[in-house]
């Protein structure tokens, strides 16, 4: 006997199994054998009962054996699941509140559906644009659909005015994100260390000056695509009360805006976000909030170490 199955079963174990087996056995046979059995009928019984338990008694130990191992691998899976897990959460820092976060899905939800429904109106020659039209349920759908984002985006601008004016976060937030002449000179200092001519990489606070770019364009965007938007959407109110060269201003801008808020999205922030080397294939925060101490660190030092020393002060007895 190996020292693992010796570990596992003992003598001990043998002797309390046979009293077991034993009034079962005895129990099951009660009615079974007649008063006028003989010697040799008993003996032959005994062998054949014996076969009988040594053959169901190895093919139920090997499968309990088995299924209890099985039970502890997955117990241990799980449990190493739950240790990286936490390792990995030790490693992250909340960046975006589920508030922000929540605002932040219906603005690119309401902006994708915008994108899809309206970029096909502007190149409508183009077969993809057919395509997309046809696949929506053609313009009559695909006009209702646009409205719908349009709607989205409205609430959501006007949402967001209400939260940074209501909310502390949001006040807060907003103050961090007013363009300031430092996010000038970080400009300049990453041009030049991008030229070789400064050898370390500007040191950026909550938001760097891409960050507060990104919000500002978007702030932008929506005031002319909301304005123009409505414009087109109301056009016999506009024409009759306001001229038909303001309709057709606001149909120029709407088209032209449209485009350079799609391009600026896939190139400028899909970039900065997902695409860029250190993100690829594509950040998470945008759904869990969170980014990475290491990220923490090498993109926003000067609130690291703002965050860090007000961690260390508060875990210090």
């Known amino acids: 006997m190996s020292e693992a199955v010796k570990k596992a079963w003992s003598d001990q174990d043998t002797r309390a199994v046979s009293e077991i087996v034993q009034q079962a056995a005895s129990s099951a046979l009660q009615g079974e054998i007649p008063p006028a059995v003989t010697e040799d009928q008993a ?65 690119f939800s309401s902006c994708i559906l915008l994108i899809l429904t309206g970029l096909p109106i502007k190149f409508h ?3 993809v644009s057919v395509f997309l039209i046809d696949i929506m349920g053609g ?13 989205a985006l409205t609430f959501i601008g006007l949402y967001h005015l209400f939260y940074c004016l209501a909310f502390e976060e949001g006040r807060k937030t907003f103050g961090q994100l007013i363009p300031k002449p430092q996010d000038a000179k970080d400009a300049l200092h990453q041009i030049l260390y991008f030229l070789g001519i400064k050898k370390d990489r500007p040191l950026f606070g909550r938001f760097s000056y891409v960050e507060k770019f990104d919000y500002w364009a978007v702030y932008w965007g929506m005031v002319v695509m909301i304005t123009s938007g409505y414009i087109l959407w109301f056009k016999d ?3 009759n009360q306001f001229g ?23 190139i400028w922030h899909f970039y900065n976000v997902h695409f860029n080397p250190h993100k690829f294939p594509g950040s998470l ?11 923490f660190k090498e993109e926003h030092p ?16």
């Open 139 to 151: 313009p009559d759908v695909t006009r209702v659909l646009h409205r719908i984002g349009a709607v």
């Open 43 to 107: 003996k032959r019984l005994r062998e054949t009962l014996a076969s009988a338990l040594a053959t169901e008694v190895a093919l139920d130990v090997r499968r309990a054996a088995h299924a209890f191992f099985e039970e502890e691998r997955r117990r241990e899976k799980d449990a190493a699941k739950e240790r990286a897990k936490a390792g990995k959460d030790a490693d992250m820092v909340e960046r975006l509140s589920l508030h922000v976060r929540l605002q932040h899905m219906v603005l």
């Open 285 to 295: 925060t945008w759904l869990n909030g969170k980014i990475t101490l290491r990220e």
């Open 125 to 127: 020659e183009a077969a």
């Open 302 to 317: 000067l609130e690291y170490e703002e965050w860090k020393a007000s961690h260390d002060k508060g875990s210090t007895p």
């Open 237 to 239: 109110v506009t024409i």
């Open 244 to 266: 038909k060269f303001v309709f057709d201003i606001g149909r120029e801008a709407h088209s032209d805006e449209a485009l350079l808020a799609t391009l600026a999205i896939v």
